[in-house]
């Protein structure tokens, strides 16, 4: 190995170690960029059917970002008001279900072995304490609000440039790539964008009816704050595998708290079976073909993604999975019709 050689391994190196440098500077950047282009994606189809309504593409995209603050505006309506009555409801009823708990046989008589009733109470005398503290809490994280409304912004204004433009952008990148690879990158943004745009109306269709199902169940059983522990049960189910477990086991509070054990158990056989009907009827009948990845590719990227980026990257880490995905089956095809004689197709077959 000469001289020259080794320098020029040296100068990639390091050319390498800066480049992987400044990403990690800018990581925060990059993690916007990425929320922005999801988005873009999420929101594309509600746009294009705004368009085909004979309305530009502009307005289109302002529309669209005035039904989702509406929608968020008005989800507020609904659920801040029931939280807040509710919450100072049971601060001051907490005793009470405290003392109710002693009505059931079961309860009393580990209560008499454990004392538990005792222990309650004393919690439940410094609840008002904990929530004065926590209300004092939140005046501190003004700043913190602040900023997160700030790229909140940011990422909304980027995800309209994205919206507005994005297609003449590819268009154009498609054409200096060539056709043969122009046409390859196409037919990979295309995969891309079903994917993506099935699996987030297919999921927020999936958590509508947890939420929808979970409040009728509620409600029969007499379960106090019904509408914002749906409103939970339906935001948690928007993460994979193991939100709607998670909500449920809130909701399996209350209902124990209020009516044990009768109502948790009916509570549990509930969350037991929707889950089931979920992942089997519901999640591949909305899904179909859009969205298909092995189980254990999902779990992985479930995994790697809330590791990486909390619950955001939990949400994110499906249609993440299934672009990966795409472009690896797509390579895989390039590179076998490179290899195969000529007249012969990927699948084997002559051409």
Same mark, same amino acid.
């Given at each position: 190995?000469?001289?020259?050689?080794?320098?020029?391994?040296?100068?990639?190196?390091?050319?390498?170690?800066?480049?992987?440098?400044?990403?990690?500077?800018?990581?925060?950047?990059?993690?916007?960029?990425?929320?922005?282009?999801?988005?873009?994606?999420?929101?594309?189809?509600?746009?294009?059917?705004?368009?085909?309504?004979?309305?530009?593409?502009?307005?289109?995209?302002?529309? &669209?970002?005035?039904?989702?603050?509406?929608?968020?505006?008005?989800?507020?309506?609904?659920?801040?008001?029931?939280?807040?009555?509710?919450?100072?409801?049971?601060?001051?009823?907490?005793?009470?279900?405290?003392?109710?708990?002693?009505?059931?046989?079961?309860? !009393?008589?580990?209560?008499?072995?454990?004392?538990?009733?005792?222990?309650?109470?004393?919690?439940?005398?410094?609840?008002?304490?904990?929530?004065?503290?926590?209300?004092?809490?939140?005046?501190?994280?003004?700043?913190?609000?602040?900023? &997160?409304?700030?790229?909140?912004?940011?990422?909304?204004?980027?995800?309209?440039?994205?919206?507005?433009?994005?297609?003449?952008?590819?268009?154009?990148?498609?054409?200096?790539?060539?056709?043969?690879?122009?046409?390859?990158?196409?037919?990979?943004?295309?995969?891309?964008?079903?994917?993506?745009?099935?699996?987030?109306?297919?999921?927020?269709?999936?958590?509508?009816?947890?939420?929808?199902?979970?409040?009728?169940?509620?409600?029969?059983?007499?379960?106090?704050?019904? %509408?914002?522990?749906?409103?939970?049960?339906?935001?948690?189910?928007?993460?994979?595998?193991?939100?709607?477990?998670?909500?449920?086991?809130?909701?399996?509070?209350?209902?124990?708290? %209020?009516?044990?054990?009768?109502?948790?158990?009916?509570?549990?056989?509930?969350?037991?079976?929707?889950?089931?009907?979920?992942?089997?009827?519901?999640?591949?009948?909305?899904? !179909?073909?859009?969205?298909?990845?092995?189980?254990?590719?999902?779990? %992985?990227?479930?995994?790697?993604?809330?590791?990486?980026?909390?619950?955001?990257?939990?949400?994110?880490?499906?249609?993440?999975?299934?672009?990966?995905?795409?472009?690896?089956?797509?390579?895989?095809?390039?590179?076998?019709?490179?290899?195969?004689?000529?007249? %012969?197709?990927?699948?084997?077959?002559?051409?």
């Amino acid at each position: 190995m000469t001289n020259r050689t080794v320098v020029r391994v040296i100068l990639v190196a390091i050319a390498i170690v800066l480049a992987l440098y400044f990403l990690y500077l800018i990581r925060t950047v990059l993690e916007m960029l990425f929320i922005a282009v999801f988005l873009a994606i999420a929101l594309a189809p509600v746009v294009e059917w705004l368009e085909r309504r004979k309305i530009k593409r502009g307005l289109a995209i302002l529309l &669209t970002y005035l039904m989702m603050l509406a929608a968020v505006i008005g989800l507020g309506l609904l659920v801040v008001p029931p939280i807040v009555n509710g919450v100072n409801d049971f601060v001051s009823n907490v005793p009470h279900y405290v003392h109710d708990l002693r009505n059931s046989k079961t309860f !009393r008589r580990y209560d008499d072995r454990y004392k538990i009733t005792p222990k309650l109470d004393q919690q439940a005398k410094k609840l008002p304490t904990h929530l004065s503290d926590a209300a004092s809490g939140l005046r501190d994280v003004t700043v913190g609000v602040f900023g &997160t409304i700030v790229q909140l912004v940011t990422i909304l204004v980027m995800a309209f440039f994205m919206l507005l433009d994005g297609k003449r952008m590819l268009a154009f990148v498609f054409r200096e790539l060539g056709p043969e690879r122009g046409n390859q990158l196409g037919r990979i943004g295309e995969d891309v964008y079903d994917a993506v745009g099935g699996y987030v109306a297919g999921n927020l269709f999936i958590s509508l009816i947890a939420g929808v199902s979970s409040y009728l169940v509620m409600l029969i059983l007499g379960i106090p704050f019904a %509408v914002p522990l749906a409103v939970l049960v339906a935001f948690f189910d928007l993460i994979p595998l193991v939100g709607s477990t998670i909500a449920g086991a809130v909701v399996g509070i209350v209902a124990g708290i %209020v009516g044990f054990p009768g109502k948790l158990i009916i509570w549990v056989v509930f969350l037991i079976v929707y889950q089931q009907v979920e992942n089997n009827v519901i999640q591949p009948l909305v899904y !179909r073909r859009s969205v298909a990845i092995h189980p254990l590719v999902v779990i %992985v990227a479930v995994l790697v993604g809330a590791s990486l980026l909390g619950v955001l990257g939990a949400l994110l880490a499906i249609p993440v999975a299934a672009t990966v995905q795409i472009v690896v089956k797509e390579w895989w095809l390039y590179r076998r019709a490179r290899l195969l004689p000529d007249g %012969v197709a990927p699948d084997g077959l002559t051409a």
